[in-house]
């Protein structure tokens, strides 16, 4: 009689959302499950093991299937991926393990924030002009960001936020977050940027080459035109009578250039369409593009005006090339001054190919940020603001799934971290919508205490059923979160 009573559903307590689940079933978030009337988290915790026999991480010899389970480690830190959160916010941390790190007592307080207040800041290596500053980056046509301040060599977009996620349509938030967690997650994200004829396609992965409106970005800039005068002058000389590096922003012509004042290059009479900065400087040659050095031409002689006839001479030898070096031409004027194309001299292609040489290879950064509010901190101690000075004092480190965090100036607990850097699979969600990602706090014992820490809530990190855990090694580009260093009282006895 019993076998054919319906099992109740239980209520979920880890987010806003509030799922009630039957028995056997996940929550909206497929974080948490219904298994015989118990609430359970799905995916294991996470224990970060140091040590030097272990399957690498990141980096040489690492397998990309390769998910960071069974090494050989020695001392253990507990990350806070997979192990739940503190909604509503009054609960303390779920996990607060203690250990001693060389004679000292230390605590990690562990969290699976819930973060509304988030994004992720992407950096693309590339010299190709993927839009303008201020588009609007869309993805499965709904707005998710925009395009930051251009740095060298990279474009910059800032995607998601608080804005985003709660402040437009139930479907922009939803492919917000979405789109936010397949990032975090390192997985490729198709979005567009700028609208109808400026419109720009972009695949997006951590760790990956950008795919530019299906073209694979191989090489970000050695330099800017006028610093590729400066780096190669001497492959130059000799072979030719000027040189002019093609690009979007500055570009750089050899004969005016300060770098060809003191190698005695003679003047040749070239004129460069564009706005004169300094000698051999010029901005603005062309608009902004896919083509020669992130400018919107095929042809670099567009960008060149009538040579003086005063000063240029026939059979004047020119090259052309591009910040990455992957474009480049040769040219002779001819009896009319004019630039007839050549086949390129062997010695110049290699000056070309030492350009791209010395470039790097174009990868997509994603950087996760978001604020530590209420429940984070509540979950460490009764006084929350005590944490956030803490912080700020170096008494307290902050990690993401282990990994190092930035912690921006100013108030609160703003961090930022790179996602290559943490665990597979450190990201969650919750459909209000919110990303969850881990954040951990490790301090002394005693300064734990004097924050007004959950003490009784402590207990050894021995004391953590290890077995059901996944265990991954620490990774090698990473601070130890417990090493001294990273505390102002490094150098003092506790």
């Given at each position: 009689m019993k076998?054919?009573?319906?099992?109740?559903?239980?209520?979920?307590?880890?987010?806003?959302?509030m799922c009630y689940i039957a028995d056997g079933n996940s929550g909206a978030c497929d974080r948490y499950a219904n298994h015989a009337g118990e609430l359970v988290r799905?995916?294991?915790?996470?224990?970060?093991?140091?040590g030097h026999d272990v399957v690498p991480f990141l980096g040489e010899g690492a397998s990309e299937n390769w998910d960071g389970d069974i090494i050989k480690g020695k001392r253990k830190f507990v990350t806070a991926v997979g192990a739940g959160t503190t909604y509503p916010d009054y609960k303390p941390a779920p996990f607060i393990a203690s250990q001693e790190v060389e004679g000292v007592d230390m605590v990690t307080v562990v969290t699976e924030g819930i973060f509304s207040y988030c994004g992720v800041k992407v950096k693309i290596d590339t010299d190709r002009h993927i839009g303008h500053e201020r588009d609007v980056v869309f993805v499965d046509g709904e707005p998710i960001g925009h395009v930051m301040t251009s740095e060298y060599g990279s474009k910059m977009l800032s995607l998601g936020g608080v804005e985003h996620l709660t402040g437009g349509s139930k479907k922009e938030g939803r492919v917000t977050c979405d789109a936010l967690l397949r990032l975090c997650n390192r997985e490729a994200v198709t979005m567009v940027i700028?609208?109808?004829?400026?419109?720009?396609?972009?695949?997006?992965?951590?760790?990956?080459?950008?795919?530019?409106?299906?073209?694979?970005?191989?090489?970000?800039?050695?330099?800017?035109?006028?610093?590729?005068?400066?780096?190669?002058?001497?492959?130059?000389?000799?072979?030719?009578?000027?040189?002019v590096v093609v690009d979007d922003h500055i570009t750089g012509v050899l004969s005016e250039h300060e770098t060809g004042k003191t190698l005695d290059v003679p003047a040749s009479g070239i004129k460069i369409k564009g706005r004169r900065s300094t000698p051999g400087r010029y901005f603005q040659v062309a608009g902004p593009g896919t083509g020669w050095g992130g400018t919107d031409i095929d042809d670099p002689l567009k960008i060149l005006g009538p040579f003086n006839p005063k000063v240029a001479w026939e059979?004047?030898?020119?090259?052309?090339?591009?910040?990455?070096?992957?474009?480049f031409g040769y040219y002779e004027l001819d009896a009319d001054l004019l630039p007839q194309k050549k086949d390129v001299p062997e010695k110049l292609?290699?000056?070309?190919?030492?350009?791209?040489?010395?470039?790097?290879?174009?990868?997509?950064?994603?950087?996760?940020?978001?604020?530590?509010?209420?429940?984070?901190?509540?979950?460490?101690?009764?006084?929350?603001?005590?944490?956030?000075?803490?912080?700020?004092?170096a008494l307290t480190h902050v990690s993401c799934g282990g990994a190092d965090a930035y912690v921006w100036p100013g108030g609160g607990i703003t961090v930022m971290v790179d996602v290559l850097d943490m665990p597979t699979h450190s990201f969650g969600y919750v459909p209000t919508p919110a990303l969850v990602a881990p954040i951990e706090f490790t301090l002394r014992v005693s300064d734990y205490?004097?924050?007004?820490?959950?003490?009784?809530?402590?207990?050894?990190?021995?004391?953590?059923?290890?077995?059901?855990?996944?265990?991954?090694?620490?990774?090698?580009?990473?601070?130890?979160p417990m090493d001294r260093g990273n505390y102002r009282w490094k150098d003092k006895p506790e």
């Open positions: 076998d054919n009573v319906k099992s109740e559903k239980i209520r979920c307590d880890a987010c806003p959302v799905l995916d294991p915790l996470t224990i970060i093991q140091s700028g609208e109808l004829e400026h419109a720009t396609e972009v695949i997006v992965e951590a760790g990956k080459p950008p795919i530019i409106n299906g073209e694979t970005e191989r090489l970000m800039r050695v330099g800017c035109g006028s610093a590729t005068i400066g780096m190669f002058p001497k492959q130059w000389i000799g072979l030719v009578d000027d040189v059979g004047l030898r020119l090259f052309m090339v591009s910040t990455t070096g992957e474009q292609a290699a000056s070309a190919q030492l350009i791209a040489e010395n470039c790097e290879a174009s990868v997509c950064s994603v950087l996760f940020m978001g604020g530590a509010g209420g429940s984070l901190r509540a979950g460490v101690t009764e006084n929350p603001v005590q944490l956030t000075r803490s912080v700020k004092h205490a004097a924050l007004g820490g959950h003490l009784d809530h402590m207990r050894s990190v021995d004391d953590i059923n290890a077995s059901e855990a996944r265990h991954v090694p620490q990774n090698p580009n990473a601070k130890n």
